[in-house]
């Protein structure tokens, strides 16, 4: 099920999917339409004769005119959409353009004006003219007067949505979001007040409990997109086994590569090995759903972007560093999932490779931290960002991290800061830090 519900958002994230599903309504509400007129007999007189089309040579003339405009400004809309997409490639990051691809006010306005353009069609094909009896679909004809409207209204609204969404700080805060998003859906719990480490076991130990020990391989090269956790467990445990997971969500994995080891006392029969590999989806690309770090470093190349010589903007960076702080200082107090699975009788089944809090932090401010040479402003700022994460780690290991993080921002703030009042700025924020 879990399968499913991953396919189901990579569909929706698509740029056809949600135009598709609009054609297809279009033609069944065209169909619909055309067949209330052909029961319905409409009179044409009183306030109904200021809306409803009495003559065919008007109505072809009506749909004629709506589906050559929509046509057009559906050209016109891939044209500002591709411009957009260009714009945020060589501003932002080629990685970027999934995000804008993912914006749904984009999807529905192509998928209707292209609709709009077929229902026109459908219901121009509809009109009848012998005999002396002409068949003039008036309902369906008002509902594309009606339609066209509406896409003179969505096409103010798309322009205005491209304008803004090319913008940095717009950029930044829908990443933010997303994160945000994503680590609540990931980490929803909080460490509360015992802060106790998680139950560890003797991997060794559990490991020698059993005489079969198989190397699970990857059947083609790709990024591990998603792991079905739950339906592995089930595997698993049905066979008596030990799996331990050498790679996570967005690893990139190599034709025959290991993705880990399955320990058992008896050999795997071929249906069972088949199950287990298809919980492992492996694509082209990385995707956000497991893997946190594709979604940092998104904001990371933005940041990275904006400290190169040939830009040398350190507010676009400020600002990722601002909204990466308040990702991590959720995770500070947030609970991050033990590598160790156990099934229901308290038996280790998994030992996976998760993320933790260092490796988040390393992802967040390693890159950022080595491009900020010689911009002591974002020098300065990460080492205050350092300090507000350290606020709410309370967690031993998380401090170390944080602690680690800002000595290497210190060394490197001494090594290329040269003026005097700079580095002491710099010096004073290190020893909340460092002195603790």
């Known amino acids: 099920m879990k399968k499913l519900l991953f396919f189901w958002k990579e569909l929706m994230a698509t740029?056809?999917?949600?135009?598709?599903?609009?054609?297809?309504?279009?033609?069944?509400?065209?169909?619909?339409?055309?067949?209330?007129?052909?029961?319905?007999?409409?009179?044409?007189?009183?306030?109904?004769?200021?809306?409803?089309?009495?003559?065919?040579?008007?109505?072809?003339?009506?749909?004629?005119?709506?589906?050559?405009?929509?046509?057009?400004?559906?050209?016109?809309?891939?044209?500002?959409?591709?411009?957009a997409l260009t714009l945020a490639s060589s501003q932002f990051g080629p990685r970027l353009i999934k995000n804008f691809m993912y914006v749904r006010l984009n999807q529905i306005v192509l998928?209707?004006?292209?609709?709009?353009y077929l229902y026109c069609l459908l219901v121009l094909n509809a009109i009848r003219d012998y005999d002396g009896y002409s068949f003039i679909p008036s309902i369906s004809i008002l509902v594309a007067i009606f339609a066209a409207i509406v896409n003179i209204v969505l096409l103010i609204i798309f322009i205005h949505q491209i304008a803004v969404s090319i913008q940095a700080d717009k950029v930044i805060s829908d990443i933010s979001n997303l994160i945000s998003k994503q680590v609540k859906v990931l980490f929803p719990e909080k460490m509360g007040d015992g802060l106790k480490d998680e139950k560890v076991?003797?991997?060794?130990?559990?490991?020698?409990?059993?005489?079969?020990?198989?190397?699970?391989?990857?059947?083609?090269?790709?990024?591990?997109?998603?792991?079905?956790?739950?339906?592995v467990m089930e595997i698993v445990t049905k066979n008596d086994s030990l799996t331990l997971l050498n790679q996570g969500p967005g690893s990139f994995l190599v034709k025959g590569g290991e993705i880990g080891v399955l320990h058992s006392n008896n050999e795997w029969e071929e249906e069972s090995m088949k199950k287990l590999m298809e919980q492992f989806i492996i694509g082209k690309t990385k995707t956000s759903q497991q893997d946190l770090n594709y979604s940092i470093?998104?904001?990371?190349?933005?940041?990275?972007?904006?400290?190169?010589?040939?830009?040398?903007?350190?507010?676009?960076?400020?600002?990722?560093?601002?909204?990466?702080t308040a990702t991590l200082c959720y995770l500070a107090e947030a609970k991050f999932p033990s590598k160790y699975r156990v099934d229901e009788e308290?038996?280790?089944?998994?030992?996976?490779?998760?993320?933790?809090?260092?490796?988040?932090?390393?992802?967040?401010?390693?890159?950022?931290?080595?491009?900020?040479?010689?911009?002591?402003?974002?020098?300065?700022?990460?080492?205050?960002?350092?300090?507000?994460?350290?606020?709410?780690?309370?967690?031993?290991?998380?401090?170390?991290?944080v602690i680690k993080h800002a000595e290497m921002v210190y060394r490197q703030g001494k090594e290329t800061i040269k003026e005097t009042n700079d580095l002491q700025d710099l010096t004073e924020r290190a020893n909340k830090i460092l002195k603790k």
Not at 111 to 116: C, D, L
Not at 376 to 387: D, Q, R, S
Request: glycine share 6%; proline share 3%; net charge negative.
């Open 111 to 116: 998928g209707s004006y292209i609709s709009t």
């Open 297 to 324: 470093h998104q904001m990371v190349e933005i940041a990275a972007r904006a400290l190169s010589p040939g830009v040398n903007d350190p507010y676009t960076a400020i600002a990722c560093i601002d909204n990466l």
């Open 346 to 401: 308290d038996n280790l089944r998994i030992i996976a490779d998760v993320l933790n809090f260092e490796g988040v932090l390393d992802a967040a401010f390693n890159q950022i931290r080595q491009f900020s040479a010689g911009s002591t402003a974002v020098v300065i700022k990460l080492m205050e960002a350092l300090t507000t994460i350290l606020n709410f780690t309370k967690k031993e290991s998380y401090k170390k991290s």
């Open 15 to 83: 740029f056809w999917f949600v135009p598709a599903l609009i054609i297809g309504f279009a033609v069944i509400l065209s169909i619909g339409f055309v067949s209330l007129d052909s029961y319905i007999d409409l009179p044409q007189d009183g306030w109904l004769r200021f809306f409803l089309v009495n003559s065919s040579d008007s109505a072809r003339s009506i749909l004629a005119t709506i589906s050559g405009a929509m046509i057009g400004v559906a050209g016109t809309v891939f044209s500002v959409t591709l411009v």
């Open 201 to 231: 076991f003797d991997e060794d130990e559990a490991i020698s409990a059993y005489k079969e020990h198989t190397t699970i391989k990857s059947p083609k090269a790709g990024y591990l997109q998603y792991i079905d956790n739950e339906a």
